[in-house]
């Protein structure tokens, strides 16, 4: 049973019912809202999608943020383990205003990639990480979100969330997620097709995972699911 204590912060909904919201935690500061409320509404809220993740103990959420994905799946899969990981040591101050409403284990390591992770293996790791790999690309989303003109409090955290530059996250997440990964285990990407071509990563994680492409429409085209199951 999830238990319900006050705070004097947000909340956010991550599993919105017919009249009510089913599961909810807390967010430490609005610059962390990320894109986890959408990732989880267009794909993680169909139970088709959910059926194809066979993690049944842990979890880890690469990239974090304030670890929506992450609270949400070990809550719906009923795991008992959930980890975060983030480059912004500032995150974890989400995770820990949350581990006391829920009913599984959490731990955050702060960490680019598995560059600094000393925790356990996992069954499930699911990254939705920055997805532009040039300056000119961030640049350009900069200012189509505010008509150039960025608010100063937002430009280095933007950066941090959308700017994987020359693909370095990608390809040293890619190179060493294997070893963190129980038998069978899955990594699950969230990226964008117009960035980070979904070939791409899967010519980057190399022959030993099988793919499941997934993207649900009506999103944009662009938008979609990558899971990689390990062989």
């Known amino acids: 049973m999830l238990q319900h204590h006050d705070h004097s912060r947000g909340k956010i909904c991550l599993d919105k019912g017919i009249s009510e919201c089913k599961f909810e935690i807390y967010l430490p500061d609005p610059k962390y809202d990320g894109g986890g409320q959408y990732t989880i509404k267009q794909y993680l809220t169909h139970s088709d999608v959910l059926s194809k993740l066979n993690a049944t103990d842990s979890i880890m959420e690469m990239c974090c943020g304030y670890g929506g994905i992450g609270y949400y799946l070990a809550y719906k899969l009923n795991l008992k383990k959930a980890i975060f990981v983030d480059v912004d040591g500032g995150a974890a101050e989400g995770i820990e205003l949350n581990k006391s409403i829920v009913d599984f284990d959490t731990e955050f390591y702060e960490s680019s990639a598995f560059n600094s992770y000393t925790g ?75 960035f980070i071509p979904c070939q ?26 990558l899971i990689a199951t390990k062989l």
Request: glycine share 2%; aromatic share 10%.
């Open 120 to 194: 356990p293996k996992v069954d499930l790791i699911v990254t939705n990480p920055p997805h532009v790999t040039t300056e000119e690309e961030l640049t350009k989303i900069q200012n189509d979100l505010w008509n150039g003109n960025i608010p100063e409090d937002r430009k280095q955290r933007s950066r941090l969330i959308l700017l994987d530059k020359d693909f370095e996250f990608h390809t040293n997440f890619c190179n060493d997620a294997h070893k963190y990964l129980n038998d069978k285990g899955q990594i699950v990407f969230f990226e964008n097709e117009t």
């Open 200 to 225: 791409k990563i899967k010519d980057t994680l190399g022959d030993r995972y099988s793919y499941e492409l997934i993207i649900k429409p009506p999103l944009e085209p662009q938008m979609y699911m």
